[in-house]
C-alpha cells in the first residue's frame, strides 16, 4: 500500500563542524575598501563568497534561503561541487557562478540569485582531472553585464559562450573551437589595462585544450587569431598590461613560466620551471609564482626577476585545529590571489583556504593561516553512533575518521584520521565491538589500511597483518594484495570480519588482527576473482555486520556476478556465520532488491539496534538524476530469509535506527530519499514489524542549510529522540534536531 506522509513539528537542521576537508580549487577577488568582495570554489561542496562582518565562508547558492529550489538541481554524482565563480571587477556586488550543471547570477552579493538562460549541461567538470584549471567563467572588467564561460565538451556544446546582458541571452563564438579530448578544459583572462572598445575590453585571451591560446583585440566579441607557438596545454593564465602569463597544465602539474608579448613573442621566465598559479598585484608589479605544493617565488618588478622559491610553508592553525596537526606537507594548490590594500595573498589548496599577511620575498619560510570557517567538503562515507555511548564516528574520504562526543558537534576536532604518517587516507567502515562500544575497528586506503582503537576513537593503531588479499601498506609486511577499505564488522572485542574492495574475498580474525584467515562458504573458499563482493572505494555500501546481540554472528550479502552464472548462483544472497566469521551458510538463495543492476553498488544492510535478527535494506543512490525510482526499503524479520517492503520511501539513499518515540516499543526509522514526490529527510514512528506495509511517514525537512547534495549516509541516536545526523555526497555533515527535543534537553 502507499505510505502515508506528513509534515512534522519544526525541526533544525545544525552544521556539525569538522572544517574543510575537500580541495578549494579556485579563488577569486575583486574591488576595494567596503566593496571587496571574495568567492572561491569546491570541488564537492559548491561555491563560498566571505563573510567579513562574520568571518566566515558561506554557501553561494542556498535552496530555499537565497534561491529557489525549482531553479537547481540535486549534485551528481554525489556532490558534484563548484565549476567556477566570479566577481565582476566593475561592479563587485555582482556574481556569476556555474553550478550543477546551470550558470547564475547574482546582483546583490549573493543575496539572491536568479537562473540565467544558458542551458542545461551535465559535463561541467567540478570534481574532473583538471578541477583546478583557472579561470573558466570571467567577466569582463569594465561592464558586468558581458560574461564568458568555456565549455569543456569535445562536441558541438564545447567552446566559448558569451552573453552581452547579464545571462539573459548566450550565443557560442564561431572562432574558439571546442576542446580537442575530454576533461581538459578551457580558460579565459581579460587585459584590464588594455583599455576599452565601446563598453567592452579590448584585450582578451581564450585557451581551449589541443588548439592553443586565440587573442581577440576587439573584445570579447570580436576577431580571434591563434597566437604562434602557445602552449596546448595550460593550467593558468593572466593577462596584464598587454603581458600573457602562462603556467601548469589542465592535469594541475607545474610547468614553465611563460611570458608573451605582442611584440617579443613568447619566452621562458629564467629560474621558474614549476609554475602552476599565477597572481599579480593590481599595480602589476609584485607577481607570486605559486607551485603545485604552494610554494611560491615573488617578483617585486613586475616579472623581470623572481626571487628564490620559499623552501618550505608553515601551517597554522586559526579555527579548525586538524588543519595545522594533519599530514598535509604537500599541499595541493588551486589558486592564489592577492589582496594588496591588506598586503594578504590568499591561496585555496587540497584541504581548505589560507592566508599569508605579508608574504615574505627573501625565500624564508612563509605562515600561512587556516582560513576555512563555513566550508565544509567532505565526502562522507559512513556515520557510526553507538547506541549506548551516542559517539559521531564520522568516516569520509581523503582523512579517513574523525570522532567527537555527541555535545562536541559545534566544535572543529584538534585531529583527525588514525594517523599522520600518509596523507589522502580514504575511509571505507567503522564498527564497534559487541559489548563494548570504545573497542572500534575502521578500515581505509593508507595508513596500515586497518586500524583499531580501544579508547572510543582518542588513539588508533594499526593491525599487525592484514589478509593476503588486500594491499598493505607501512606498517605491515609487504603483500601482493589489491584490496583497501571496504566493510569492516565487529564481534566481541579482537573478532573481525573484513570484507576489502576490488571484489576481494572476505577474511576473519580472532586476535585483533595478528593472523587472518579467508572465510568460508559452505565449507569451502571462494575464489578471489569473478564475482562481485565490494568493488570500489567510493561507494558507500554496507553488505556486512555483526550481531551485537549474540556475538560471533555475522552477516554478509553477495550479489553474485552481471553475468548470472553458476558461481553467480552458488554465492547470490544472504549468509550468516554463528562461529565469529570462519563460517558462512546461505540463509538465501536470491537477490534482495529487484535486480543485480541496484543491488551491486550502494546498499545498506542494517540490523535494528536491540531488535535481532530484524533486518533492513536499501539498494541506495541509484540514478544520477533528479528522479526518485520506486525500489524503497525491504524488511526482514527472519535473518534475511525472506523480505517484505516497507511502504513509504521510494529511493532511500541511507536509513538509520533512532530512540523509539513516546508510546512506541520500536526505534525511529529515519530515511533520505523521495516521499510523495520530495526529497528530503524522513522519518517513521510507529514502525511494526508485522504490518511493514503500513508505515507512515512524516518528512522531517529538506535541504539541510541550503544544500542541494544529497544525503548519502545516515545514524541516529538512541538515547534521545528525535537526533539523527546526515552525511552528505561532498558537503561534510548535518544533524537534524527536533525543537521539542531541543525543549526537553
Not at 519 to 540: I, K, T, V
Not at 604 to 616: N, V
Request: overall charge neutral; glycine content about 14%.
Amino acid at each position: 500500500m502507499e505510505a502515508e506522509s506528513s509534515q512534522t513539528g519544526t525541526w533544525r537542521y545544525e552544521r556539525v563542524a569538522i572544517g574543510g576537508g575537500g580541495y578549494v580549487t579556485g579563488m577569486r577577488i575583486a574591488g576595494k575598501g567596503t566593496d571587496r568582495t571574495r568567492v572561491c570554489r569546491t570541488d564537492t561542496a559548491g561555491g563560498f563568497i566571505w563573510l567579513t562582518a562574520e568571518n566566515r565562508w558561506q554557501p553561494l547558492l542556498q535552496a530555499g534561503i537565497n534561491i529557489d529550489p525549482e531553479l537547481m538541481r540535486y549534485q551528481y554524482p554525489r556532490g558534484a561541487g563548484c565549476y567556477d565563480a566570479a566577481v565582476a571587477p566593475s561592479r563587485t556586488e555582482c556574481i556569476y557562478l556555474c553550478q550543477s550543471g546551470f550558470v547564475y547570477v547574482s546582483l546583490d552579493r549573493g543575496k539572491s540569485w536568479r537562473r540565467t538562460t544558458l542551458p542545461y549541461y551535465d559535463g561541467y567538470g567540478a570534481n574532473s582531472g583538471s578541477r583546478a584549471t583557472n579561470e573558466r567563467l570571467a567577466v569582463d572588467p569594465v561592464n558586468h553585464l558581458i560574461v564568458g564561460i568555456g565549455n569543456p565538451d569535445t562536441g558541438a556544446r564545447g567552446g566559448l559562450h558569451i552573453s552581452f546582458d547579464g545571462g539573459d541571452s548566450w550565443a557560442a563564438h564561431p572562432q574558439i573551437p571546442a576542446p580537442s579530448a575530454p576533461d581538459r578544459g578551457m580558460a579565459i583572462a581579460f587585459d584590464p589595462d588594455s583599455g576599452r572598445t565601446g563598453e567592452r575590453t579590448r584585450l582578451v585571451y581564450v585557451w581551449s585544450y589541443g588548439h592553443g591560446i586565440f587573442r581577440s583585440v576587439s573584445g570579447i566579441q570580436g576577431h580571434f587569431d591563434l597566437i604562434e607557438g602557445s602552449p596546448s596545454d595550460i593550467g593558468h593564465m593572466v593577462a596584464r598590461d598587454g603581458n600573457l602569463w602562462t603556467g601548469g597544465t589542465s592535469r594541475g602539474d607545474g610547468a614553465p613560466l611563460r611570458r608573451w608579448t605582442e611584440r617579443v613573442g613568447w619566452i621562458a621566465v629564467p629560474g621558474v620551471p614549476d609554475a602552476k598559479h599565477i597572481a599579480i598585484s593590481p599595480d602589476g608589479k609584485r607577481i607570486v609564482s605559486m607551485i603545485a605544493s604552494s610554494a611560491y617565488r615573488l617578483s617585486l618588478d613586475g616579472g623581470a626577476t623572481f626571487g628564490p622559491l620559499t623552501p618550505r610553508v608553515r601551517r597554522k592553525a586559526v579555527h579548525i585545529g586538524w588543519h595545522e596537526t594533519t599530514n598535509e606537507n604537500y599541499m595541493s594548490n588551486g589558486a592564489c590571489v592577492w589582496d594588496t590594500e591588506e598586503d594578504i595573498l590568499y591561496i585555496a589548496e587540497g584541504i581548505g583556504c589560507w592566508k599569508c599577511i605579508g608574504p615574505p620575498h627573501d625565500g624564508s619560510v612563509p605562515v600561512y593561516l587556516e582560513d576555512s570557517v563555513g566550508i565544509e567538503n567532505l565526502v562522507s562515507m559512513q556515520i557510526l553512533v553507538p547506541p549506548k555511548n551516542s559517539r559521531i564516528h564520522y568516516v569520509t574520504q581523503d582523512r579517513n575518521v574523525a570522532t567527537r562526543d555527541w555535545w562536541q558537534f559545534r566544535q572543529y576536532p584538534a585531529n583527525i584520521g588514525v594517523s599522520n604518517a600518509v596523507p589522502l587516507d580514504h575511509g571505507g567502515g567503522i564498527d564497534h565491538a559487541a559489548g563494548n562500544e570504545d573497542y572500534l575497528a575502521v578500515v581505509s586506503s593508507k595508513n596500515g589500511c586497518c586500524n583499531i582503537s580501544r579508547d572510543g576513537g582518542k588513539s588508533w593503531a594499526p593491525v599487525a597483518t592484514v589478509p593476503r588479499n588486500v594491499r598493505a601498506t607501512a606498517p605491515q609486511p609487504a603483500t601482493e594484495g589489491t584490496g583497501f577499505g571496504g566493510n569492516i564488522a565487529v564481534g566481541p572485542p579482537g573478532n573481525m570480519v573484513w570484507l576489502p574492495t576490488g571484489n576481494n574475498k572476505p577474511s576473519v580474525t580472532f586476535d585483533d588482527g595478528a593472523s587472518w584467515a579467508y572465510c568460508l562458504f559452505d565449507g569451502a573458499e571462494p575464489e578471489n576473482s569473478g564475482m562481485r563482493w565490494h568493488n570500489q572505494y567510493s561507494y558507500q555500501r554496507i553488505q556486512l555486520l555483526a550481531d551485537k546481540e549474540r556475538p560471533g554472528t555475522f552477516f554478509l550479502y553477495h550479489v553474485g556476478n552481471e553475468r548470472h552464472d553458476e558461481t553467480s548462483q552458488r554465492f547470490r544472497g544472504i549468509w550468516k556465520s554463528e562461529d565469529g566469521g570462519r563460517n558462512f551458510r546461505r540463509m538465501r538463495k536470491d537477490l534482495i532488491g529487484p535486480i543485480y543492476g541496484t543491488d551491486a553498488f550502494n546498499c545498506k544492510l542494517k540490523m535494528t539496534p536491540g531488535r535481532s535478527p530484524h533486518l533492513f535494506f536499501c539498494v541506495g543512490d541509484v540514478d544520477a538524476n533528479d528522479t526518485d525510482s520506486d525500489i524503497g526499503l525491504f524488511f526482514s524479520a527472519d535473518e534475511g530469509s525472506s523480505w517484505s517492503r516497507v511502504a513509504g520511501v521510494r529511493e532511500p539513499l541511507d536509513f538509520a535506527f533512532g530512540k523509539a518515540a513516546p508510546g512506541s516499543d520500536y526505534p525511529t526509522l529515519y530515511a533520505w530519499g523521495g516521499l510523495a514526490g520530495l526529497r528530503g529527510l524522513h522519518r517513521c514512528i510507529e514502525f511494526d514489524p508485522r504490518r511493514p506495509g503500513a508505515a507512515k511517514w512524516q518528512t522531517i525537512g529538506h535541504y539541510p542549510g541550503g544544500s542541494m547534495d544529497n544525503g548519502t549516509v545516515l545514524a541516529a541516536d538512541m538515547q534521545e529522540f528525535g537526533l539523527v545526523y546526515l552525511g552528505l555526497g561532498g558537503s561534510g555533515m548535518f544533524r537534524a534536531v527536533s525543537e521539542a527535543s531541543l525543549r526537553l534537553g
